[in-house]
């Protein structure tokens, strides 16, 4: 199947590698000409202007897939409104707010453009292990997509229809919620194992007797485990976590629909505060798990 993906970073290059790897035709565009390069060297095929992209299509439906930061993705739909054919599928794989993503398919359906919103998870660890995929839109449309979503699952990943326009970034949305979460809840525990009543234990060693049958046995754990490997005492880490925007979205929808979410409130709140300044072991924890999963900058700051 043919498909052009816009935006290659972190995961969209990745989908290149997977693609292209399982037979697939992967028009690539970034405005990086170097990531380009690399894509192309992954199996790609450059295409220099949107008009061009479209163009090597040919007979073929064009499907495109946008893997760009939420900020760019409405300027990024109006170009591509006003050039792709009738029946044309456009993607958005990043992490929208959901609310746009039902606008933005009403607004497209006027142009006989259908709409897909697809929460991805993976992070940089998704070539390997397959990604998670959450579908949002005409179930029609997903199916013709499904050959994609087939590749980029393997080997060990999953995809699923969530439901109409709007849903997988909705899913997207609250899975990052619990992540925020569960990442919390990890942290704090092991720095009240580091500074509790025994000295210097080990918490690579207590990581690696959880990843065995424990109930907290997770992927998030097994992280967790190779950051005290590597760095046990997380030194030269400056402990401050950025909120990306989707857990705050989640505190908003909760709100408005009576949803209490303590838990997920109390570690958004600790990513702001850190922010503002108030560090410690548990956020430096913190942001070794977000370097290690999704490969973002360990020192925000720096």
Known sequence: MKIA???L????????VRLSGDNHGVIVFDNDDQLVESAVGAGGIAAGA???IVAQFNSEPVVIWLMIPSAAVEEE????????????ILIDGGNSDFRLSKERAGNLAEANINFLDIGVSGGI????????????????????????????AKPAGAYQYIGPSGSGHFVKMVHNAIEYGLMESLAEG??????????DLDLAAIAE???HGSIVESSLNGLAKDVFSENPSLNDIEGVVPQSGETEWSLDVGREQGVELPAIKASFDVRI???QGQTSFTTKVLAALRNKFGGHNINPSS
Do not use: C, H, T
């Open 50 to 52: 949107r008009q061009s």
């Open 125 to 152: 660890l998704g070539l390997e292990n397959g990604f998670s995929i959450m579908v949002g839109g005409n179930r029609e449309d997903y199916e013709k997509i499904e050959p994609i979503l087939v590749s980029l």
């Open 77 to 88: 739909i109006a170009a591509w409104k006003s050039l792709l054919p009738a029946g044309s």
């Open 273 to 275: 505060r850190s922010e």
């Open 190 to 199: 092991y720095s009240l194992i580091k500074d509790g009543p025994f000295a």
């Open 9 to 16: 970073g972190k995961m969209g290059y990745q989908f290149v």
């Open 209 to 211: 007797v959880w990843q």
């Open 5 to 7: 993906i816009i935006g």
